[in-house]
């Protein structure tokens, strides 16, 4: 009798796939920043200090491509759902980004850290491109480009 195993390597050859775009570089990778690095850019921070929702309107908005755009109806969601709308945020960058971060932890993280989470979402879609822009404060350009 013979035997035939198969394996498939996991670092090892794979089937081709059709490259995204430039965009798939970003994808597949940690965070860029921490939840508690709210301060790391001061121009979000004070921005989601002063304007939370909008903040959250305009992170919706720039999840469906809208740069630097305002959404009013996710705006006024949030002033109801204060605590709610910063976990649904978190795992939808979770989710386009491919982050790998858990529905769980987006929970903890968007009640418990509501505002530092959003800080860090607005981080998080300006590194990767996204920009939501801000309300009382230009953010910092933190796009990062390949040369």
């Known amino acids: 009798f013979f035997f035939f195993f198969f394996f498939q390597a996991e670092d090892g050859i794979r089937d081709a796939q059709e490259s995204r775009g430039l965009g798939d570089v970003y994808k597949r990778q940690p965070y860029y920043s921490s939840t508690l690095g709210c301060f790391s850019d001061s121009s979000v921070c004070l921005d989601t200090f002063f304007c939370y929702c909008?903040?959250?309107?305009?992170?919706?908005?720039?999840?469906?491509?809208?740069?630097d755009t305002?959404?009013?109806?996710?705006?006024?969601?949030?002033?109801?759902?204060?605590?709610?709308?910063?976990?649904?945020?978190?795992?939808?960058?979770?989710?386009?980004?491919e982050l790998g971060e858990s529905a769980v932890t987006s929970c903890i993280c968007g009640v418990f850290c509501s505002a530092c989470s959003v800080c860090m979402t607005a981080r998080e879609?300006?590194?990767?491109?996204?920009?939501?822009?801000?309300?009382?404060?230009?953010?910092?350009?933190?796009?990062?480009?390949?040369?």
């Open 125 to 147: 879609l300006n590194f990767r491109g996204s920009n939501p822009g801000g309300c009382c404060c230009k953010p910092a350009d933190s796009t990062h480009q390949l040369s």
């Open 54 to 67: 909008c903040q959250v309107g305009r992170q919706c908005a720039a999840l469906r491509g809208e740069s």
């Open 70 to 97: 305002h959404d009013c109806g996710n705006c006024m969601l949030t002033v109801f759902c204060a605590e709610f709308m910063p976990m649904c945020l978190r795992c939808k960058v979770s989710d386009k980004f």
